[in-house]
């Protein structure tokens, strides 16, 4: 059985001290109508055998005012991978790079609901990311799978008239919506249009897990009205095209990993979750552990950050991975 703090640390190069990561951190924030909250922490078996996190966590604003646009990155590198911590954080850097500089075409495609450009330049931004790391992996010698991480985002408006969330990512990890007391599973494992996109280009092996259906399909995302939008508007508004983004290496190799999206409207008293797949697999997996997260978090005010923190490293026996959260109550 694990200690339930931290114990050993990881081995560290003195030539490489910016390689150094915190066994945990904390992120909060307030705009319009809705409060974050979000925390990445090291999971136990990496605690106890002197390994760093591999759950790679940013949180940052674009622009200011009303205009402004909020990401959330969450990557988790791959088990017992070389470096699997730097290539978390060097994908979420990447995209959070590509959405900073194409900050008001977004905001102004998710004002607009336009679900079509939105989900054909994030799905080019993916791309290109997954792209730079499949160049970094032959460049080092490794195998793409070994050189490669799951990734989840959240686009939200900071305008309080907005209540547009967007939710784009690949591989492993969970979306859920804490609604009227009840957690909604918003990843279902088939065709619905606005959730799951094409291949994304460099991705390791392996594909992500099955889901469970959403019990409520969310009505605002269920259509597609921008999905016959002019192709030339969708073309520039592609955040991809960031000229100093390295291009897709060209591979005759096996694509594994679905691009997912949704844009869905938030409703106040709403709580939605974005986790790595050290939280999303015990929430799917122990009906103990939903309830409890569900009793606490199902809330008017969102709790505050060192609250929110034990929540979310709430044991479970038998789930020892990274855990990595961040939470949205909509006021």
Known sequence: MYETEPTTLPVTDPEDLRDVVPDTVLEGARYGTLTLRAASLRGDAARYRGEPRRDALLAVRFGTGDSALLLVAVASGQRAAPGAHRVARELCEWIAGAVGGNQARLTEDIHTANRGALSS????????????????????????????????????????????????????????????GAWQDLEPDGGERDTVGGPVIGYGSGRPPGRRPSPDPDPASASDPASASD????????????????????????????????????????????????????????????????????????????????????????????????AVWEA
């Not at 791309?127 to 799951?150: E, F, K, N």
């Not at 508007?233 to 100093?244: E, K, L, M, V």
């Open 121 to 180: 330049g994030l799905h080019r931004l993916t791309d290109r990311a997954y792209g730079r790391l499949r160049a970094g992996a032959t460049v080092r010698g490794l195998a793409p799978a070994d050189h490669t991480a799951s990734v989840r985002c959240l686009l939200l408006p900071a305008h309080p008239a907005c209540r547009t969330r967007v939710f784009f990512g690949v591989g492993d990890g969970g979306l859920f919506r804490l609604r009227d």
């Open 231 to 326: 192709p030339a508007s969708a073309s520039a508004s592609d955040p991809a095209s960031d000229p100093d983004a390295t291009p897709p290496p060209e591979s005759g190799e096996p694509v594994h990993g679905l691009f997912r999206f949704r844009a869905s409207v938030a409703r106040p008293g709403d709580t939605l979750l974005l986790c790595s797949a050290g939280l999303a697999e015990p929430l799917r997996g122990e009906a103990a552990l939903a309830d409890r997260l569900a009793e606490r978090w199902d809330t008017a005010d969102a709790p505050g950050l060192a609250a929110f923190l034990a929540d979310a490293q709430t044991g479970v026996k038998g789930y020892a991975d990274d855990r990595t959260a961040a």
